[in-house]
C-alpha cells in the first residue's frame, strides 16, 4: 500500500485522509486494485499536505546523494525507483518525521551502490534501445620500404573480464560440409538458437574449402565488428581456450591427460586466460612476462 500512497493522494477521485484506508483496503474498497487487503493504516490516512512533503523530500534527498555517489549521472528510471523506496519509508503517519527520514535514508543508501551509475564513470545506456555508430576503420598508408620504428613502444591489450555465449557469437550458417553444422546449432541451442533472419546484417562469406561452412554470421549485435572484418581489420579464431595437453572428449572422460585446474569455473579461466600457463597456478600474467623477457633482451644489446 505504502508504494501507491502517493497515486492515491494525487487521484481527484481517491478519498482523503482517514477515509483513503477504508477505501483502498479489503475486497470491498473503492480501490482493491490499489493496495487489497494488505493496506497499511500506518501510511494510507496520511494526509495530501504530508503526502507531497514526503515526495519533495524523497526528490531533495535523492539529487543530492546523486551528486555525492554517481557524479549526477543517475538514470531517471533508476532515480524514481529510489524515491519510491524512501517514500516508502519515510511516508509513514505512526513515526515522527525525522526519525522516519533517517530510516528512509539508510534504506536507499545501499541501493545507490546496486545502480551501473555507481561503478562506471561514463553516462548510463540502454543497449537494448540504443544504437551505436558504425564507422569505417582509419585508412593507413604504409610506404613499400617504411622507416625503423624506434623510440617508444606499446602494447594495448583489452581483456573483456566476464563471460559471453560464444555459441552465439560465430554461427555456421550455410553450405557446410561433411555436416549440416547451422542444423546442430539450432538443436543444441534450442530456444536460445538465434532465428536465421536476424542474420542478415552480419553475415559472412569464405571462400570454398577454406573453412567447414561457406557462410557464417555474427551476432546482430557486433555490427561493427562486421564492419572492421569486411574492411580486413579483425578476423574470428574459434575452438580457443585453455589448454595443457592436446586432448579429446574421451581423454577428459577418461582422466588421462592433464586439464586446466577447475574448468568450467569462469573466475579460475579467466585467471588461466590471463597467465596462458595452465598448469601453473603461480605463473604471473602473459604481458608482465613479455614485458620482462624484453627487458632482459634489451639489457643483453646494452652489455654488448
Known sequence: CGSRIGWVHHNVDAPNGTGACSALGGADGEFPHVC???????????????VEAVEAMAASVVSELDYLLTGGR???????????????????????????????????QPLFALTPEFHITNKLMDSLSSTPEIRDPPVVELTDNPDPVSGYKAVVYLFLNGAMDSFNALVPISNCIPDDLHQQYQDVRTDVAIKTGDFSATEIEVPQGTQPCTKFALHPSLGIIKNLYDHGEAAAIANIGPLVDPITKDDYDAQIKLVPPSLFAHNTQQRVTQTVHAQDSTAGGVLGRIGDALNAQESEKVGE
Not at 529510489?82 to 525525522?98: K, L, S, T, W
Request: hydrophobic share 30%.
Open 36 to 50: 487489497g487487503p494488505a493496506c497499511d493504516p500506518g501510511r494510507c490516512d496520511l494526509s495530501r499536505t504530508s
Open 74 to 108: 543517475l538514470d531517471p528510471r533508476n532515480r524514481a525507483l529510489i524515491e519510491a523506496e524512501y517514500f516508502r519509508y519515510a511516508a509513514r503517519r505512526d513515526v515522527d518525521p525525522e526519525p522516519a527520514h533517517w530510516r528512509a535514508l539508510r534504506q536507499i
